[in-house]
Structures are given as C-alpha cells and as structure tokens.
C-alpha cells in the first residue's frame, strides 16, 4: 500500500481499429494526391496536345490553300482572258450588222460558246440582250460598273471581271467597246454551282485520314461561309463518310470561338452548358476553328486516375513497370507514324509547291503577254493615225501620199498578224482547229508566202530568197490556209530577228514519197541574231520572247512559233530548228501531204498573173453581183471590181441579192461576191437559195467573204453551195485571181455541157 506516492502510468499503445483509420486516412491521402497528380498531369498533357495538334492543323491548312487559291486564280485568269476576246469578237461581229437585235446575239452566242450577251450604250442603258435562260437577264444590273462603261469612252480598253451569287454559281464578265457605235459590248459566261462544290469538296479532302485528337474538332470557314468540316464537327464521328454536312455543324460554336478570340491561343468557352477547349486561326482567306469538349477531357482524365489508383494499390510497382513498357512501345509506334506522315506531308508541300510555282510562271506568261500585246497592238494603231495626219498635212505631194498609204498597209498587215495569232492559239488550245481537204499547188502556195513574207522584209531591208529543191509531186492534198499561216509565222520571225541588209532563204524539197504520200520539207534559213542556248528549250512555249519587243523595236505576241509547231504537230508533222547566236537560225519544216491524181488544177492556177493590171482584160465586161450589208466594205469592193473593168449590181442584204437574181435573165451574172454576216437573210441561206431555184445559171460561181477567218466557217460555206471563201480583209489581187479562176471554171463547164 503506497501512501500519498505518485503513481506512474506507462502510455496506452494505439487499438488497431486505431491504427487501420491511419493507414487507411494515409491512404486515402495518398491515394488522393496520386489522383490530382495524375489528372493535373493528363490535363496538361491533354492541353499541350490539342495546341500542339492545333499548329500542325493551321499549318496544313494554310499550305494547302496556297495551291488551291494559286491553281483557282490562273483558272480565273484564263477564263477572263477568254471573256474579254469573246467580248472583242463580238464587237467586230456587230460592226457588220445594222440594227442588232436578240436574234443577232443569240446566234453570236451560239457560236462563241456565250451563255449570254447584252449591248449597252454609253450610258450603260440596255440597247439589246440575249441570255440562253432569261431568269440571267438580271446580270446585266449586277454586271454594269464605271470601269466596265469606260470601254464606250476608251475603246482601248477591255473589261474584265467575275461576279459569285446567292446559289453558288460564278459569272465571268467580258467587255470591249462597240465599233459600230458609242457603247460597249458585255459577253456573259456562267457556271453553275458545282464549280464551287468541286472547290469545296477540294477543301474537305484536306481533311480526310488527317489524324486528329479523339473528339477534336475542325471547321473551315471562308467569307462566313463553312467549306469544310471533319466528322467530330458534324456529330459523325467514327462513320468517317468524308462528305461535307454544313447544316451539321454547331454555328453558335463557331461564332462563339469568333467573339471570344482576338488572339491565336487556345481557350476555353461555354456553349450550351457545355465547355470546349478552342482555337482559332486564319491561312489567306479562310478561317480554321478548332475546338474539343472538355467531357472527352474529363474521360482522359478518368483514365489517368484508374491508372493511378491502380498504380498505387498493392501491385503497384509491377503495373507501373508493365505501363512502362506499354507507354515505350506507343511512342515507338507513334513516332514511327508521325515520321511517315511528316515525311508524307513533306512530299505533299513539296509538289504543292512546285504547282504553285507552275500557276505563278503561267501567270507571270500571260501577264507579259497582255503588256507586249497592249504595246504591239498600240504600234501599228499609232502608226495608221500618224500616217493619216500626214497624209492630210501634204495633200499636194504624191511622193507623201504614196509613202503614208505603203506605212498604214504594212501597219495593218501587222495588226491584222496579231489578231489572227491570238485567235489561232486559242483554237488549238481548244481543239477546235478543223483542217481542210483542198487540192493545191505546193510551190504556188509557196510563193505566195514568199510575196507576203517579203512586204514586211522590204520594210526592214531583209531580202527573202528562194531556191527549188527536188519536187515531183507538185499538185497535193491538204489544208492550203493552215500551210500558209505555218510558213508565214516562220518566215517573219526570220525577217524580225535580221540585221539590216541580211538575206532569208526558203527551200521546199519532196524527201519521199510512199503509198500515195509524199513527204516535204520547207527549210528556212536567215543570217540573224540567233537564238540563245538558255532559250532554244523555250523556242515553242506560248507568250516566251527572247527579246523584248518594247526595247529592241520587234513587235509580236510570243505565239507565232508556238503556232506553228502545233499546226504542223496537227497536220501530222513536225518543226526543228539549229541555230548560232551571231550567224543566223535554220528551221526545218517536215509535212506530210496526200499526192494529188492530176495536175489540171495547178496548171489553171499557175497560169494566173499576180499582178492586178494583168488580171484585168480576163475580167472585163463580166458581171457581177454584190452582196455587202457594209456601206464602206461595199464601196471598196466595187471600185476594185469596177477599176477591173467590171459591171457591178449591188445588194445590201441576202433578201435582196436572192431579188435580184430572180428578177435578171438567166445569164445575167457571170459571179456573186456573197458576205455571210448580214440582216434579214445571211450569206449561207441566201446561196442555198440561189443553187435550189431551178434557173440555169443556178450553178453561177459564188465566193463568200467574212472577217470570221476559222476552217469551220469555211466548211460551212462549201456545205452552203459557195465556190470559194475569202476572209476579209481581202486585197484586190486575191480577190480578181479568185474571180478569174472561178469564171474561166464556169466557162469551161458550158463548153463541155454544150459539147
């Protein structure tokens, strides 16, 4: 018994229920901190992935664009460049037409591939229109603008623009002053929405097989309209179909992601009672939204925390090891195929670069076409008004007068050249060049080559020799107008490129001949300038010049020997070439050319003279009626007839040439000189008429004349009943040798009905 001591007690050692809430509290803490360890982690993870995928995705875009718009531009370049000529052809069409109405412009239209045409006076009122659907006719409203009406007040100038409406489709718009009167001439093209539709599906093809993070989300937008959506955007994730659903997509996402981003960062907003984690960026003209909703966070997020727990339970270390190894054999994996899609996109960069680069060369092509073409077509205008004034100042000095109207012919020589390259090219690249079938004699032909080449080498002091190769066959089958153009688009480089006093040579030699065809060879050859190493790959590329013809004084559109390859590449032969810089430039010429069975043709074409007084006597007395809806063109055509020594009866339209006709005797006319383009009846209708009226003298020669210069019109003409076919401008030579050949024929027909 202890008596007031102390009394020591020792301290109670923890209960296990104790000691079990401990471990148990440890591990929840633990558990917890492992938890928000491993969502802080993820979510992280997660938000670096989504900006990182995010850059790869607006870089794509932006690359990608670049090629669409680079290819979309030269496109709509080319189809403006076409407008604008269809508009200028028009023009000179109307220029022969009094009182044009719709009918007239429906047929134009018909013939130049239109969906539409309108005539505007100075003021931009609608003097006449056509439109192939009339729903169309409201073009004209939308169409008319202040740079289109100065074509009335600088006729120089040409219009050209493309107008996009309410359903998609596009309008290219082309504008030429008229001729005929103040105004200006509009040529509509139209195409119709799936143009567009194509161009978008373009855009959503960026982004089919694109990996993306699960759930992520990517909308294309461009002038607020969506071209462009992959299936997370459209609620059609895992169907993977690729086909753009607009309507699908989320618009209040969008504008959201718009109102909340004045920077390229990511972001999180509210939609609905929902959260996103976005972003937005802009590649040329199109936006690129990107967002993804934090519920496909959250999962990922869910996931870590398993994984944690899991971690952290008993096995944790074996898990973590295994995760481990997994984790390894992903990145593995996932670089490998991040490797191939880089090395992939890098292949793709590349030839979107190079085709960028082709749409930039073709653009920059056209560009200096249009520059030379402005300055070429400038030269000879200046040249005939300079000459004009002249003339006018010294009415009294024939030397003057002489000289001032041999400079306006050689300047509208040159004039009328540009043209017809530029209307030649755009056949061929259409493919729209119909050769003809015509027997002829080959070294006529190539004389006459040789005659017109050498107007323009008397100019420039440049000599044009011939010499005759090995010909037997002389009289051949073939397309005598394309011929022609081919030579002479060789002979004039020849004569341009010269120096003063230089000679040109021009040989035709017969290489061989099998089965009916011979093979000839033209050979040209000049003492010029030469042609450069660094340009001999460049000789036949459309619009490439060596030289610049605003400097060194030699006009030309870049297209004459482009011209010329592909009509001898039509004709089923070929151009080659070898030239020296400083000694001068061959060119060889290789056609194939169907034998003719006899040569009675050539022997009466090569008996003509080529001179205007020779031709004369064979004419005189003849005659002729007239058929020209033109005042001035008529004027022209009757004084030569008449200065020929012919007699002349004049009509002003195919109604009334067919009055004529029928009210004379039979006999009357030994020819009719027919225009095609004419009101009331054209020159076609009224020559059928004429060859179904049963008279005798159905059978009287007929030549058609028109300023439409291509081979179908010339087929049309022969399929009409005419004997031949001038395009205007025609010159009295040509056209009295065609008349002489075309009455000595008829003449020749009576003696053998008679006999």
């Known amino acids: 018994m202890h008596n007031g001591s102390h009394l020591d007690f020792a301290p109670a050692p923890p209960n296990e229920h104790t000691l079990r809430r401990a471990k148990t509290l440890a591990a929840v803490v633990g558990g917890v ?5 491993a969502g802080g982690v993820r979510l992280g993870t997660m938000y670096r992935d989504v900006s990182s995928r995010s850059d790869e995705a607006m870089e794509y875009v932006r690359r990608q664009s670049l090629v669409y718009d680079a290819y979309n531009d030269a496109s709509t370049t080319k189809s403006l460049m076409r407008g604008i000529e269809n508009a200028g052809q028009l023009a000179r069409n109307l220029y022969y037409v009094e009182g044009v109405d719709a009918g007239h412009l429906k047929q134009y239209c018909e013939e130049l591939r239109l969906t539409g045409a309108a005539v505007l006076d100075a003021d931009g009122g609608v003097v006449c229109d056509y439109f192939a659907d009339r729903d169309d006719a409201s073009l004209v409203d939308i169409a008319r603008s202040s740079a289109l009406l100065d074509c009335a007040r600088y006729p120089q100038k040409t219009y050209g623009g493309r107008t996009s409406l309410d359903d998609g489709s596009v309008v290219d718009v082309g504008a030429a002053g008229r001729i005929d009167a103040p105004g200006v001439v509009v040529a509509f093209y139209k195409t119709d929405s799936p143009y567009e539709e194509n161009f978008t599906l373009s855009m959503q093809n960026l982004l089919k097989g694109y990996g993306t993070v699960a759930g992520c989300c990517i909308v294309i937008e461009k002038d607020g309209k969506i071209v462009a959506a992959n299936d997370a955007a459209m609620g059609r994730e895992g169907k993977g179909d690729g086909e753009l659903d607009a309507a699908a997509v989320d618009k209040k996402i969008v504008d959201t992601i718009k109102g909340a981003h004045g920077t390229d960062e990511v972001r999180f907003i509210r939609v609905g009672g929902r959260d996103y984690l976005c972003r937005m960026g802009r590649a040329r003209d199109y936006y690129v939204y990107i967002y993804q909703p934090t519920s496909t966070i959250a999962v990922g997020i869910a996931e870590a925390v398993f994984i944690g727990a899991s971690v952290y ?10 995760r481990r190894r997994m984790e390894r054999r992903r990145l593995t994996e996932s670089l490998a195929s991040e490797q191939e899609h880089r090395e992939r996109l890098s292949r793709e960069v590349e030839r979107a670069n190079e085709a960028a680069a082709r749409a930039e060369a073709a653009n920059s092509a056209k560009t200096d076409f249009l520059r030379r073409m402005s300055h070429d077509i400038r030269t000879p205008i200046n040249g005939i008004i300079g000459m004009v004034d002249i003339a006018n100042l010294n009415p009294d000095d024939p030397g003057r007068q002489a000289e001032c109207r041999h400079e306006i012919k050689a300047a ?6 540009l043209v017809n390259e530029v209307l030649d090219i755009a056949k061929l690249e259409g493919g729209d060049i119909v050769l003809e079938d015509e027997v002829f004699d080959l070294i006529e032909l190539r004389d006459e080559v040789r005659e017109v080449a050498q107007m323009e080498g008397e100019r420039r002091h440049v000599t044009i020799e011939r010499y005759d190769g090995c010909i037997e066959h002389r009289l051949v089958h073939g397309s005598p107008v394309h011929i022609k153009r081919l030579l002479l688009n060789v002979l004039s480089n020849a004569v341009k490129y010269n120096h003063v006093g230089g000679t040109v040579t021009l040989c035709c030699r017969e290489v061989s001949c099998e089965d009916g065809v011979a093979r000839y060879e033209f050979e040209c050859t000049d003492t010029g300038i030469g042609i450069s190493d660094e340009f001999k790959s460049r000789v036949f590329e459309p619009y490439a010049r060596e030289h610049d013809g605003a400097v060194d004084g030699v006009g030309g559109s870049g297209l004459g020997m482009p011209i010329a390859l592909r009509l001898a590449q039509t004709m089923g032969g070929d151009i080659t070439f070898n030239s020296t810089v400083g000694e001068g430039t061959t060119f060889v010429i290789a056609l194939p050319l169907r034998v003719a069975q006899t040569d ?41 007839l008449e200065h020929a020594g012919m007699v002349v009866t004049c009509a002003e339209d195919g109604a009334a040439a067919l009055g004529e006709f029928n009210a004379s005797a039979p006999g009357t006319f030994d020819a009719v000189l027919m225009d095609i383009m004419m009101p009331v009846m054209d020159g076609y209708a009224a020559t059928r008429a004429i060859r179904a009226s049963g008279r005798p003298d159905a059978t009287v020669p007929i030549v058609g004349m028109s300023a439409n210069a291509f081979s ?19 010159g009295a030579v040509l056209l009295l040798k065609t008349l002489v050949r075309l009455c000595a024929s008829a003449e020749r027909r009576e003696e053998s009905h008679g006999e």
């Open 412 to 417: 509208s020589h040159m004039l009328l050249s």
């Open 33 to 37: 901190l492992v938890i928000l360890l």
């Open 712 to 730: 179908d019109d010339r087929l049309r003409a022969k399929e009409a009943g005419m004997d031949d076919y001038l395009a205007k401008p025609v």
């Open 313 to 322: 339970g008993a096995f944790m270390m074996v898990f973590v090891s295994a």
């Open 600 to 640: 009675e043709a050539a022997g009466a074409r090569a008996a003509l003279p080529d001179a205007e007084e020779e031709l004369a006597p064979a004419l005189a007395g003849k005659r002729v009626l007239l058929v020209e809806d033109n005042e001035l063109n008529s004027e022209i055509a009757r004084y030569m």
